[in-house]
Every structure is written in structure tokens, then in C-alpha cells.
């Protein structure tokens, strides 16, 4: 069996941007981790709202985009619309409503040019340590490199999950494929599907995402082997077939794609809600929309009729119906079962069946990362450790008890970059606030606060239970947690900007020594 476990993280060329020498030190205000789509809106938003702030974003790939230039795997794509899935300060010129993953690197390259933000940027910079002083009020970073950067505030766009290690279950068998067997993570560029008959291991965003492409790859079959069904939603994948050439004509190119991105974020909202308070006629009603789109020869009850409610799960976008379009083609398939055991010529199911197949793709998740928000930093405050279980989770972007640092993360329900727009900036409007009243520092303390046993990002996804234990506490009410809505946090952190500081403890920079 040919294993493959490539990491996507090469160094890079010998002309790529400068990280930080051995032994050498630098003093900044801001330091942003990741250089990601988050990380990115945040070097705009402090270069627009902080004037005079000096930053610097640190990117350990060779190449900047975050998840969008790692995963390598076939028909890598959004599961958002672009009108919501771009920038708020940068229009999404291309025709496509779903965006591959080149579009969007390019997009996000684009935009760093745009804004003259590469200058910030430093790729092949891994961030080792970080540690919190109180008495100087300053966070001092080093880099794998060895050099040193004292910084005021410390800003965290690593996403949640572990880049270096993907869920793989423990296959009983696995050794004996005399196939190709590979994570959806960890897939080479040039690994070749033509003329091959391929099984993929789950039933998620990545898989609905793989098949279609892997059929057009070449693949002579595919097969979706599913432990439990996924909900699905069909939306166009082009511009033209939505209606913004008509918002455009009557309001104007500007004002018509103002309009359209709301109105999609709108919708959005609205079916999320609708799946909250009526969770009985919405899953009845994604079931129904399955079964008008499987061909005759696809059981739709048994592999397209979830035991869970709807956002229960993240719902797997499906442009174009490109999913059940490859079912009717014959060359695609769906088997609802588990895995007993691998096999040289396959996959043997629970119920017996054998599934031959030449290459097996393990699209079965994430892991999350071991110590939230912190990816693979060591982080101590007061040479006190973090360990993230004895944190308090503050309005989504901060953490009990760590002073000067705060965490963006998008939506599960919703596109992430609309939340990465709102976090970067209430970063920018908290650090100016701090400015006007010659505050040096700010910590949220839990004192007092219940722990709630709500579920990380409000979903049941594996992987958010498999590392739920790892995951820093949630209160029984907020702002000591996350909200699942934009529409919430738009009059939270737009309206209501500095309203729970009270829950903040501030320190006046004058009574940091050397400060």
C-alpha cells in the first residue's frame, strides 16, 4: 500500500520575503499570527483604522491564503457564496458564485497588492513561544529562526484546526490496500485519478466537493462510502444565473453589489433561523429536495435523509446540483455503511460488501487544534503556561486571564470572512480606545462566571466532540462565549462596540515599568 502523508508546508524559494535572523530583535505594536484570510483583514483594518500603528503578519507557509493554498485536493472550493465571502472591502470580480481555491488565492493576493499590505507580510516565519509580562505590559514572540519580536498586542488568524495532523480513524487493515491511500489533507499535486477507480471515506463538505471533481478528473468511479448521511443545498454556481445583473441595471454596478451581498447574507440568516425554530419541517423539507434531485436508481431515503437536524452539522453547499449530477452519470455512487476493514483490492463494508478500489480518499475530518487558539505556540502569561480548558471564552475573540492578545475566527453557519471584517476591526476600535484613555493594557476576568456546557461553535460535528475537552470554557451567558450570528454581533460590535467592559480589568500604560 502507498501511503501518502505529504505536508504542504515546504520552505520558501531562495526570492520569497525575509523572515527574521537568528539573534535579532524587533519592537512593534501589533503582531498578527497567520496569514490567512483573517490575517489579512486584519492588516488592512489596522492599516486603515490604527494610523501610525506599526504591525507585522507572520505566515509560516511559503505562500500566504491559509487554508485556501494548502488543501490540494480535487475541486477545492468555498462552501459560501463569493458576495458574502469577500472582503467588505473588496469587490469579487470573478463570474463565479462558488469559487475555486485559485480564484480566492488570487483574490486575496490581489487585495494585499491593492492595499499595499505585503510589506507587513513575512512568509516562512514560524511563531515557537510567546510570553505575556505584566510589568512591561509587552508580549515577546520568538520565531523558529531564533529572533525575538517585543510586541504591545498579540492577534491569533490561525483558523481551528491542526494543520500538521487530519482525522484519520484507525482503519482495521489499512496496511494491506495495495492501492493508493491518502487524507484529503495531505493530497499530492500529482497524484493522478485518471482511468482509476476511487472510493472516498465520508460524506461532508470535502467529500460532496471531491466527487464531481474526481469524475472529471478521469476517474472510472467514485465511490462516497458514508457512515451516516449529509444534508445538502443546491445553489447556481455562475453570477449571471442570480440577481444582481438586475440590481445592477436599476441601481448601478456599486450599489446593485452592495445589495445583492446583503441580501445574501439575509438569506442565509433566514434559513439558518428557519432551521432553529422549525427543525422538523426543515428537515423534512432538505430530504424532499434530495429526493427530486437523486436519479431513479439512488435511494434517497437511505443515503440522503440525516438522523440529526439541520445546522446540527454544517450543510455541505452543492453547486449546480454538481453532486447528484454525477450520480446520474452512472459513474458515481453513494454506499451508506461503515468500514469494517480494508482489504488488498478495497474497502469491506459492514454489511460484507466489497468496494474495490485502486485509490482510497480518507475525507473524514479535521483536529481540532490541542491547545485553542494558541495552534502550535507555546504561550505563558506571567511564565504561567496556557492551557486552554482553565480559560473563559470572551466575546468570542478573547480569553479569560491572557492580557493583550485577541483570536479571530469566522462563522460555521455563515461565510468566515464576514466575521473575520467585524473581529478585525473591533480589534482596531478596542486598541484606539485604549489609546484615548492611556490604558497600556486589558485583560477579561471570568470572576465569578459559570461554566455552560454548550457545544463549541454550536455544532455536533466529529470534530468538535472528538477535541471538545480541549476546547477553552464557554459561560452560561454571554459575553463569555461564541454567537453563531451575524446579525447579533453586527449590533453587539457595531452598535454596542464597548458595552461589557465591565468584565474587562484596564491598566493604565503609565504603571508599566519601562513602558
Known sequence: MEKIEAMSTSLASPDSMASLSPDSMEKIDVLVVGCGISGISAAYHISKHCRGTTFAVLERRAKLGGTWSFFKYPGIRTDSDVFSFGFGWKRWESDNI??????ICQYLDDAVDEHGLRQHIRLNTDVVSASFSSATQRWTVTTGAGGTIVCR????????????????????GSDRFQGTFVHSQQWPESLDVAGKRVIVIGSGATAVTMVPALIDSGATSVVMLQRSPSYYYVAPKHKKDRALSVLERLFGARIGY????????????????????????????????????????????????????????????????????????GRASVVTDHVARFVESGVCT????????????????????HNFPMSTMKVSVDGVPYDAPNHFVFRGCMLSGVPNLFYIL??????????????????????????RHGMGMLCPCADGVEESQAVPFNLSSGYVTRNRGRFPKLGGAQPWGTV????????????????????????????????
Open 98 to 103: 462558488v469559487a475555486p481555491a485559485k480564484d
Open 153 to 172: 498586542f498579540l492577534i491569533l488568524t490561525t483558523g481551528y484546526y491542526q494543520y500538521e495532523k487530519p482525522h484519520m480513524p484507525a482503519f482495521d
Open 258 to 329: 452592495f445589495l445583492q451581498k446583503w441580501l445574501t447574507i439575509l438569506q442565509g440568516a433566514v434559513v439558518y433561523a428557519y432551521a432553529q425554530w422549525f427543525r422538523a419541517a426543515a428537515k423534512q423539507r432538505f430530504i424532499a429536495e434530495a429526493r427530486k434531485l437523486c436519479p431513479d436508481h439512488v435511494d434517497a431515503d437511505t443515503h440522503f435523509s440525516p438522523s440529526y437536524g439541520v445546522w446540527d452539522q454544517r450543510l455541505c453547499l452543492d453547486p449546480d446540483g454538481s453532486l447528484f449530477a454525477a450520480l446520474r452519470t
Open 350 to 369: 459492514g454489511g460484507g460488501e466489497v468496494l474495490e478500489a485502486d485509490i482510497v480518499v480518507s475525507a473524514t475530518g479535521l483536529t481540532l487544534q
Open 410 to 435: 469566522g462563522y460555521t453557519n455563515a461565510s468566515w470572512t464576514l466575521r473575520a471584517d467585524m473581529m478585525a476591526r473591533y480589534f482596531c476600535d478596542m486598541i484606539n480606545y485604549l489609546g
Open 484 to 515: 453563531q450570528s451575524f446579525f447579533s454581533e453586527l449590533w453587539r460590535f457595531k452598535v454596542r462596540t464597548f458595552s461589557e467592559l465591565q468584565w474587562i480589568k484596564f491598566t493604565p500604560a503609565a504603571a508599566a515599568a519601562g513602558a
